[in-house]
């Protein structure tokens, strides 16, 4: 079931699955309680840390396409983290289908992230059906030097694009309020032999994208006002191994 809203944090319908919402979006059902949005928050947070950044902090063993054993996983995190008592394999799964940004992906038994790794990873995503036009945040301090000598990876190994230009805004506000967008011509670059992958629902992976590609865009940002901003707790950074920022970094959304 697609994510409605996180005001409600976590639930399940018996007749339609999971879902973030007070009711089931479907039927109206007020649903199972799984978890609080705090709750729902702080897990997916642990989740894009140990998943993308850090898996040897807790003990995991993930393998060469970035998978971990889901039991594993609950297994780690609650030995680790007492404040994880309760978590059990469904509360993992019902985040993974529930997810907006299609970030995780759950396949017979095992769980991983589809895209922002910070470590080597073999994804091997789909490369076809790839949009015309895809869309990269940037800043205005940064636009010249990007429109110069193109799109390389920083802190990640691939350079994350967005399928729409809202998409991008919201990448980009996390390092500024007005991020500049700029468009790639997918459809060119593409036919010139540069892979694109795409990871979760509205992000597509490439090695790099030559400046010929990219064009800067007026846009006009009221037109895509920002998300609400994720809570931030003192004791979060204090007591947990994630500490390690893993917010989402433009242009990984």
């Known amino acids: 079931m697609e994510n409605a809203s996180q005001e409600g944090g976590l639930k399940e319908c018996r007749e339609h699955g999971y879902f973030r919402a007070e009711s089931c979006p479907v039927c109206g059902d007020e649903g199972r309680f799984l978890m609080n949005s705090e709750e729902l928050d ?18 995991l063993q993930m393998d060469s396409h970035g998978f971990v054993s889901l039991r594993d996983f609950v297994n780690a995190i609650q030995r680790k983290q007492r404040r994880y008592h309760w ?9 993974i289908e529930t997810d907006n940004k299609g970030r995780y992906e759950y396949r017979d038994g095992m769980i991983r992230a589809t895209y922002a790794h910070s470590f080597n990873v073999d994804l091997e995503l789909p490369s076809g ?15 010249d030097i990007v429109l110069e000598v193109g799109l390389k990876p920083s802190d990640r190994k691939m350079v994350h694009l967005s399928r729409g230009i809202g998409d991008a805004v919201n990448a980009g506000r996390v390092r500024t309020p007005e991020p500049i967008i700029l468009e790639v011509d997918a459809r060119n670059a593409s036919e010139d032999g540069l892979v694109i992958q795409k990871a979760g629902r509205t992000v597509y992976l490439t090695t790099d994208v030559p400046p010929k590609y990219l064009t800067r865009l007026e846009v006009d940002l009221t037109e895509f006002p920002p998300e609400p901003p994720r809570p931030v707790r003192k004791h979060d950074s204090e007591e947990t191994p994630e500490a390690k920022p893993v917010q989402e970094l433009p242009p990984e959304e």
């Not at 702080?42 to 807790?58: I, N, Q, W």
């Not at 978590?87 to 985040?95: F, G, M």
């Not at 059906?129 to 636009?143: A, I, M």
Request: proline letters at 10%.
């Open 42 to 59: 702080r897990l997916s947070r642990t989740m894009a840390g140990v998943l993308r950044h850090f898996p040897e902090r807790f003990d």
């Open 87 to 95: 978590v059990r394999p469904h509360h993992i799964v019902a985040i």
């Open 129 to 143: 059906g790839t949009p015309d036009r895809l869309y990269y945040p940037t800043t205005k301090e940064e636009v």
